[in-house]
Nanobody, 117 residues
Framework: QVQLVESGGDVVQPGGSLRLSCSASGNIFGRNDMGWYRQAPGKQRELVASIVGGNTNYADSVKGRFTISRDNSQITAYLQMNSLKPEDTAVYFC????????????WGQGTQVTVSS
């Protein structure tokens, strides 16, 4: 079994910053990629940022404002979010993709980020 625990969601004013954390534990072997997704009310879940094979990828809407990083020794991913906007309001989900023995995606429970004045 694999568990993902997220933290860091909060209510913040426009222009503020937050840092999300995601810690993975359990039966994790071999290569693994991590990423952050978000889902706003009435919208589909969308990719925010990911680290795939060591390369980072960002949604156009967050480029230059968000930074994804990870601590491989702890299998922990972070999402530093700066210059937050009201449209960043959503539930943010951590994703862990394992490749052995087969490709499987695991998801965290989600953490709420609300950007409001």
């Amino acid at each position: 079994q694999v568990q993902l625990v997220e933290s860091g969601g909060d209510v913040v004013q426009p222009g503020g910053s937050l840092r999300l954390s995601c810690s993975a534990s359990g039966n994790i072997f071999g290569r693994n990629d991590m990423g952050w997704y978000r889902q706003a009310p009435g919208k589909q879940r969308e990719l925010v940022a990911s680290i795939v094979g060591g390369n980072t990828n960002y949604a156009d809407s967050v480029k230059g404002r968000f930074t994804i990083s990870r601590d491989n020794s702890q299998i922990t991913a972070y999402l530093q979010m700066n210059s937050l906007k009201p449209e960043d309001t959503a539930v943010y989900f951590c994703n862990l993709r394992l490749f052995w023995p087969k490709v499987v995606d695991y998801w965290g429970q989600g953490t709420q980020v609300t950007v409001s004045s």
